[in-house]
Nanobody, 123 residues
Framework: QLRESGGGLVQTGGSLTLSCVAS????????MGWFRQAPGKEREFVAR????????WYADSVKGRFTISRDDAKNTMHLRMDNLKPEDTSVYYC??????????????????WGQGTQVTVSA
């Protein structure tokens, strides 16, 4: 199971850090990702971090503003979001993948999802 926290209301230009805590013993072997879904839109990829190498990848819309990280000892992943914009307003979901995939930027490549946390950026 995955559980997100850290969402809230912030002004444009502000920062938030989301956290995702995983239960279970295989967290360190899973690729972890963040997705988001705005009202009336499809869920979209935000960022992902590989298991062994910890290599990261970001959507162009958040590159340079968001930072994904993980602490395998604590079964926790974070998403640091800086310079937030109104268009970042969404429900943010963490996801885990225990299988081989090509990019880990598509929903279908993930097995387990959290319930989501709301991030609202006011203009």
């Amino acid at each position: 199971q995955l559980r997100e926290s850290g969402g809230g209301l912030v002004q444009t230009g502000g920062s938030l850090t989301l956290s995702c805590v995983a239960s279970g013993q295989f967290f360190s072997s899973h690729v972890m990702g963040w997705f988001r879904q705005a009202p009336g839109k499809e869920r979209e990829f935000v960022a992902r971090i590989l298991s062994d190498s910890k290599l990261t990848w970001y959507a162009d819309s958040v590159k340079g503003r968001f930072t994904i990280s993980r602490d395998d000892a604590k079964n926790t992943m974070h998403l640091r979001m800086d310079n937030l914009k109104p268009e970042d307003t969404s429900v943010y979901y963490c996801a885990a993948s225990g299988r081989y995939a090509y990019t880990y930027t598509f929903e279908r490549e993930y097995d387990t999802w959290g319930q989501g946390t709301q991030v609202t950026v006011s203009a």
